[in-house]
């Protein structure tokens, strides 16, 4: 099975978001995962004025600095032992717990620490009571947040915008440690579920870096398509018309156990219940009927994405137009 990447679309959703976020105040941050740091849409990303980048593992870390441009950072860090290179290749990092953000923050005097706080429960990150007392309790740590440590908010994984309670939370723990420790600390908010109350966000937060992967890639935030932020659905893959019903049903054979049926859509209508390989499309009012063997594209969401470009099986192309597909082998040695 083949999957489309319109580098286009990339292009023209990162200069969207950026675009964004450069009016609120806040400087954009591009997160690659693993499955899509490939150096056609890192290129893509950077050109649409994402600059400054993140990666959610090593090994995708590595497949961003191929490409030219800032050193990349890194997510997350688990493992109190990890080794001394990790710090040495990447300029941060982000700790959930201060064992591994105090031993990155001794390795590297120029290395950034981010401490990821929760907001609310069920967000990532730690209390913030133990954060402040970790600090207190930790002066060669505490000595780092002079100058090379920050606040981390999450508001992406969980899939949902952060409440305004959230963000006034937030605002306010930034000001009692600036208070407690002398320095108003950077401060990093993420994902893209932050978009529809960007200003938000930015009036508590102001000058924060704010990172986004999912609507670069996808083309929409949670919850939302992304047409009412100009955003475009980049990757795809093809399905093939089987059979043309009179009561405007479509069977179509997408032949992927890649992706949801809730995790696609089509231009051409709504698509229904799904079997391994194939599925039915409703079609909407005025679409043209098709004919058995038409080709219909199926706009992936993030999800799927994900994995469809981890797939060894799928060959992918990129193209910069819908008409200039380049061709392009699905081998990640060659970028990792």
């Known amino acids: 099975m083949s999957v489309t990447v319109d580098l286009a679309a990339i292009a023209h959703n990162a200069a969207t978001m950026a675009a964004a976020a450069r009016r609120a105040g806040l400087v954009p941050v ?5 499955a899509y740091a490939l150096a056609p849409i890192v290129e893509a990303v950077a050109r649409g004025g994402v600059v400054e980048r993140m990666a959610s593992t090593t090994a995708g870390a590595r497949a961003v600095n191929l490409v030219e ?14 080794p001394t290179e990790v710090v040495r290749d990447h300029p941060e990092t982000i700790h959930v717990n201060f064992a591994t953000a105090r031993r990155a923050a001794t390795l590297s005097a120029r290395h950034r620490v981010w401490l990821e706080v929760m907001t609310s429960d069920g967000r990532e990150g730690m209390d913030a009571g133990a954060l402040v007392r970790g600090l207190e309790a930790d002066p060669a740590l505490t000595a780092v947040l002079a100058t090379r440590t920050g606040l981390f908010f999450n508001w992406g994984c969980m899939g949902s915008a952060p409440t305004p309670a959230e963000v006034a939370w937030a605002g306010d723990l930034v000001m009692m440690v600036a208070a407690r420790f002398g320095r108003r600390p950077e401060i990093c908010v993420g994902g893209s579920s932050l978009l529809p109350g960007l200003d938000a966000v930015a009036q508590r937060l102001a000058g924060a870096r704010f990172r986004i992967g999912e609507a670069l890639i996808a083309g929409g935030v949670p919850d939302d398509d992304g047409e009412r ?13 089987r059979d043309v019903r009179d009561d405007g049903l479509v069977l179509i054979d997408h032949g992927s156990t890649s992706f949801e049926i809730s995790d696609a859509r089509t231009s051409q209508g709504e698509l229904l219940k799904s079997s391994s390989e194939a599925c039915l499309l409703r079609l909407a009012a005025g679409a043209s009927q098709p004919r058995i063997g038409d080709s219909i ?26 008409s200039d597909l380049a061709e392009a082998d699905h081998d990640r040695a060659a970028s990792s």
């Not at 591009?30 to 693993?34: G, H, L, S, W, Y």
């Open 69 to 82: 441009g800032p050193a990349c950072g890194l997510m997350g860090l688990l493992a109190p032992d990890f």
């Open 30 to 34: 591009a997160v690659f995962k693993e």
């Open 297 to 322: 594209r199926l706009a992936l969401g993030y999800r799927s994405i994900l994995r469809a470009l981890l797939n060894r099986n799928h060959q992918i192309s990129f193209s910069d137009a819908a």
């Open 229 to 241: 932020f100009d955003l475009r659905a980049p990757i795809s893959i093809t399905a093939t018309v």
